[in-house]
């Protein structure tokens, strides 16, 4: 009996995982809805909550070995159909609504670009590299809309902004993914935890929050884009070091072959 038991109480825990995931879905419902009620602040506060649940599942998702646990269940995919839901189409809606982009059809458009790019990263099956990075500009589009928001963005620099970070979901840049990177990686937790404390202390202040507390915040964004260039050029640096390696090792070898040719008809004529 204790086998089944303990069976039984394994997939509990696994789809209590999956569960803890699915509620990101009712967290975007209600983005939206108070999106159009004009209430931001607690859209703001409501991607807090999602960023949490999407930075908690996968430990726990590991811990309890979901994916060995529940196989029938796909557990990446509900996390991605709720990562675009609140990552992308919320935010949209909230800029939209709340008057940050461009009167009219004009202000679809604009929001429309960055969730058509974001549908093409999340179909990407390189979209997340076996070494734990984010390919191109990973859809933080409710990061964007925070900092547009508590710093007041014109329509003019919320579109610039958008469509800037639309062209870098294209450009092949690893970005650190911060649970998984393994390259400084209790630092960039230690660093994200902080920057969630400060991300919260922002919206206490909302809407009239300390530059300084934005300012500080945003030193984690440039930690973060500094240390995925760095790694991103490091990757590549050392991918272009291997293969001048084995240009270098093949080229010996044809020399090598050359010679004991040469030296193989010389040989020969002497006989």
Partial sequence: MSAPQSGSWQRLRAMSVHAYTAL?????????HMSYAGEVEVVLWLFLAAMIIDGSDGFLARRFRVKEVVPGFDGALLDNII????YAFAPMVLLWSAGYLPGGWLGGVVASVPLLASCY???????????????????????????LIVLGASTAATTTALLVLTVLVFVPIKYVYPSRTETAWWLTMTLTMLWLGLYALILVQYPSPSLW????????????????????????????????????????SAVGGDVAVRHCTHCAAEL
Avoid: E
């Fill in 24 to 32: 990101g879905v009712v967290l975007a419902l209600l983005m939206v």
């Fill in 83 to 86: 990562d675009y839901i609140t």
């Fill in 121 to 147: 990263q999340f179909c990407r099956s390189d979209a997340k590299t076996d070494d734990h990075f984010f390919v191109g500009f990973p859809s933080y589009w409710n990061i964007a809309a925070f900092y």
């Fill in 213 to 252: 507390l934005i300012a500080l915040s945003g030193g984690y964004m440039l930690y973060y884009v500094a240390l995925s260039l760095r790694l991103t050029l490091n990757r590549r640096n050392q991918i272009g070091g291997a293969a001048d390696s084995a240009s270098a090792a093949d080229s010996s």
